[in-house]
């Protein structure tokens, strides 16, 4: 898969981590799963400090710890990806462990299983001995990516606004 690596961001990645947001917002997308609020946060050297912060320190009461990646080929960012360190009941019902997003350029060409592989790796030397992965019951090409990466459906919850969050577990070894 072309070099991809998952990479955390820091602040020379700004001017492409702008871009890679503005692409978002050039399709009419108003969130970019596994960023970390990337599409929300006016100030990206802001934006670095609080995904730092969410590796490294305690956090407060109902919020986990998380690593936030950049899926970069070359100098390019193709993704994000975002491994949650524990279950919260808000992620244990409908976000999982990891969340991960592709640039909508780059959608379909195998990037998103791969990130994920990566991400899975990363997991296993958190010591996680399996992982919860959700996406909408409408993503066929999410739910594709989690199965081709092990991902089992364990149920399906309805969520308020009509939608259906399909619940995936993976099993590391």
């Not at 898969?1 to 820091?10: C, G, I, R």
């Amino acid at each position: 898969m072309e070099n991809l690596k998952l990479v955390l961001p820091t602040l020379d990645m700004e001017k492409e981590a702008l871009s890679y947001r503005q692409e978002y917002i050039d399709y009419g997308e108003t969130y970019i799963h596994g960023s970390a609020g990337l599409m929300k946060e006016e100030d990206y050297k802001l934006w670095v400090e609080k995904i730092t912060y969410a590796r490294t320190e305690k956090m407060p009461e109902g919020l986990v710890n998380a690593s936030t990646y950049f899926a970069v080929v070359g100098d390019r960012i193709v993704g994000t990806i975002q491994i949650r360190y524990r279950l919260n009941e808000f992620l244990l019902n409908y976000g999982g462990h990891i969340g991960y997003g592709v640039r909508p350029s780059e959608r379909r060409k195998g990037y998103a299983t791969e990130m994920l592989s990566q991400a899975l790796e990363i997991c296993r030397n958190l010591g996680l001995e399996c992982v919860l992965i959700t996406c909408d019951k409408d993503n066929i090409g999410s739910a594709r990516t989690v199965m081709k990466n092990g991902g089992i459906l364990e149920n399906e919850i309805p969520r308020e606004d009509g939608g259906i969050t399909q619940r995936y577990w993976i099993t590391l070894k």
